[in-house]
């Protein structure tokens, strides 16, 4: 009887589970049964509202942060490091001073070439002060006496070429009694009588004897000389004349002797150099004014070492002039303002012209090196707005960076696929927590619109080139609550909408302006607020347009 009683319960204990399975399965397929086919279910069809929302067509697209500006500093000379003033991560401005390098050598390089050109315009100097003895003028107003200068004569440094007479001027020596001695004074008008032109001419005391002596005759007397003006050219040389003026007390005094006429200046013409005379410009006899042109003597030689030094000039100045830019090379300024990296050297490193020293970046300025398909690549712009989020910078999860389009690049990049690809570069500014290399995200926006009347994209389906929508209308649905008894087969139309399921719905044409993967403006047929019938999509299709 115990085994009966046991064998028993557990047949009890099958049943029950039985039961309960049988029971959990229907509740599932009561749970999953279509809302049309539920007896009591509720008919009102799935809706959406009619809206006004800011749309926007976008293209999402990713890259690697860079900045928009990195410069290299490159060494341009060989040499030690004698000091490094940065480190890496230390932001800089254009223009300062990142390392110098030893320029003891450049500088000694520089002064040996300025000692260089020192010695040769000084040769040159003395050269050019050369040249000038090579031509001849005429010291004097005059005319030309014993010319012996001809052309081509080879003549040395010293010798008389000719003599040049001022006869405009006439001088004679005369001697007055010593008792007018000191009464006498220079500049004293005399008169002149020439004895040989029986005439007399007017001149001036121009200069008077220290000492008083007895003559030939025995009379005491004292020199007197006496300059005659000879602008007629009446007077000669070898004439003789006699002198007569009046003192200060009215009292005349004639000179006791004739004297012998002069020209008052005779200047001989000697060669200041050694060489051949070129050109004789010159005559004998030939009246000639201060600074006249008498004669050019060949400067070929001097004038082919003056061409020399003046090419050794230029050449050197040209090396001076290189050294002192080469010099500006030795300190090592920074490009841009920016973060120093890449910076691997310290004092003392000998570095090599060409060498990388380290790399100045613009953190605040950021760039993304976008790759687009050719299919979108022409609904892009310069200038688009771009939304960018990075995954390591959280804040910009919620708020995204604002950036744009900047540059397309005209020619696909090479790629192992089908589809060509170009790069589309975003730029945008720093918000101090991105780091150069981080992995970005970019919502490019290809339009938007404010204050679109949206409708859900799935909610729109195409007839005959034509967009329709079933707008849920409150009259219809109640004039369906009333049959809500009566049996409704579900019955499909020619485009496969089942019928019964938009019978409380009124079919509208609508005029569509922009779309997106989720929304489709309306431009006519709806008024903000009515309400659209969605379609009996199974839940992995929701969001499909049926209108592509």
């Known amino acids: 009887m115990q085994n009966s009683a046991k064998g028993l319960k557990n047949w009890q204990k099958v049943v029950i589970i039985v039961l309960l399975i049988l ?31 800011s749309l926007k067509q976008s293209l999402l697209v990713s890259g690697t942060v860079q900045s928009r500006n990195t410069k290299n500093v490159i060494s341009k000379v060989n040499g030690t490091l004698e000091k490094i003033f940065v480190k890496n991560g230390q932001y800089v401005k254009k223009g300062d001073l990142i390392a110098k390098i030893d320029d003891s050598q450049a500088v000694f390089k520089i002064e ?25 003028k005429s010291p004097q107003d005059g005319f030309i006496q014993n ?50 032109l029986m005439d007399r001419v007017d001149g001036v005391v121009a ?25 007629n050219g009446s007077l000669t040389e070898g004439m003789r004349a006699s002198v007569s003026l009046k003192l200060s007390n009215g009292e005349k005094v004639t000179s006791l002797s004739e004297g012998i006429l002069e020209v008052f200046s005779k200047k001989s013409i000697v060669s200041p150099v050694s060489g051949r005379i070129e050109k004789v410009f010159v005559e004998n006899g030939q009246k000639v004014k201060t600074g006249s042109l008498l004669l050019k003597f060949a400067t070929d030689d001097i004038e082919m070492q003056i061409k020399q030094l003046d090419l050794k000039i230029e050449d050197v100045k040209s090396q001076i002039e290189a050294a002192e830019d080469d010099l500006k090379n030795y300190k090592i300024l920074s490009p841009i303002g920016g973060k120093i990296t890449d910076l691997n050297f310290q004092d003392g490193d000998i570095v090599t012209a060409g060498q990388l020293i380290c790399s100045v970046y613009d953190p605040k300025h950021l760039v993304i090196s976008a790759q687009v398909e050719e299919l979108d690549i022409l609904k892009i712009k310069p200038g688009q707005k ?22 397309i690049s005209e020619k696909a990049q090479a790629d192992s696929s089908s589809i060509s690809k170009f790069v589309v570069k975003i730029e945008f500014e720093n918000n101090n927590s991105i780091k150069i290399g981080m992995h970005a995200e970019a919502e490019i926006i290809l339009k938007s619109k404010e204050n679109a009347l949206v409708v859900p994209v799935e ?56 779309t997106t993967d989720k929304y489709v403006e309306i431009l006519e047929g709806l008024t903000e607020g009515e309400e659209v019938v969605l379609p ?9 347009s049926l209108f592509y």
């Open 23 to 53: 029971v959990g399965f229907i509740l599932t397929l009561v749970l999953t049964m279509p809302s049309g086919s539920k007896k009591n279910a509720s008919s009102k069809p799935k809706t959406a509202k009619v809206q006004k929302i």
């Open 112 to 136: 040996t070439l300025k000692r260089q050109l020192l010695d040769l315009e000084l040769q040159r100097e003395n050269f050019q002060r050369q040249l000038q003895n090579f031509i001849l």
């Open 147 to 196: 010319l012996v200068a001809e052309e081509g004569l080879l003549v040395s440094q010293g010798m008389q070429l000719m003599t040049i007479v001022d006869d405009s001027k006439m001088k004679l020596s005369v001697q007055l009694p010593a008792w007018c001695y000191g009464k006498v004074k220079q500049g004293q008008k005399t008169e002149v009588v020439v004895s040989d």
């Open 207 to 231: 200069g008077l004897g220290s000492r008083i002596y007895k003559n030939q005759d025995g009379a005491m007397v004292f020199d007197a000389k006496v300059a005659v003006s000879n602008k």
């Open 386 to 407: 771009v939304n960018i989020k990075l995954d390591a910078v959280g804040s910009t999860k919620s708020n995204s960076i604002e950036g744009y389009v900047t540059e």
């Open 459 to 514: 909610a729109v389906h195409k007839e005959n080139g034509k967009y329709y929508v079933y707008v849920y209308t409150q009259q219809k649905a109640k004039t369906s609550e009333k049959n809500k008894d009566q049996k409704t087969s579900q019955k499909k139309d020619e485009y496969g909408l089942d019928s019964s399921y938009y019978k409380d719905a009124e079919k509208r044409q609508v005029k569509l302006g922009m």
């Open 536 to 544: 009996k999509f199974d839940s992995e299709k929701q969001g499909q």
